[in-house]
């Protein structure tokens, strides 16, 4: 899955979270800028090199050795975090987990493909609004298969 907003990582790419031992993604510093909520901005270490954590119940969202910043410290609903349909997956462009869930069991599904144009025009700013740091291509890619699979067995009857 390509991606469109490469992140400026110098450091060790994984490390372990704290609160549930899943290895976790280096993150920009610009990320937890663009999504600590204010009062918890006053706890950041600049300098250091923030880990995202993206196990789906662990109440954990980013941290660095013995900090941690959680769920209710970040301002944005976080995808794999929540499984509410109302939940953002792709944050530049406002498409929630139950549109794109909708949009892949019709014959022809846009979201993907509005993403794609979206990005290559670089209307993105993935960095900054995705609590994952990340493009979103690939939780979209996966809800798909997910929303697909589930029509699938709908229609076989299991
Ligand atoms: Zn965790």
């Not at 019709?106 to 994952?132: D, S």
């Amino acid at each position: 899955m390509s991606t469109c907003c490469p992140l400026k990582i110098k450091h060790k790419p994984v490390t372990a979270c704290p609160y549930c031992q899943q290895k976790g993604r280096a993150i920009a510093i610009e990320t937890l800028k663009s999504q600590l909520k204010p009062l918890f901005m006053r706890e950041l270490k600049a300098e250091a090199t923030y880990y995202f954590c993206a196990h789906p119940t662990c109440s954990s969202v980013y941290f660095q050795q013995e900090q941690v910043f959680k769920l209710e410290q970040i301002r944005e609903k976080v995808f794999q975090k929540n499984q509410e349909p109302d939940c953002l997956v792709c944050y530049c462009f406002g498409f929630t987990r139950g549109e794109v869930m909708q949009d892949a069991q019709t014959n022809t599904p846009q979201i993907l493909n509005q993403i794609k144009t979206g990005t290559k025009n670089k209307q993105c700013a993935c960095e900054l609004r995705n609590p994952q740091g990340r493009c979103c291509l690939g939780n979209i890619a996966d809800l798909q298969t997910q929303a697909t699979s589930k029509n699938a067995s709908l229609l076989s009857g299991s």
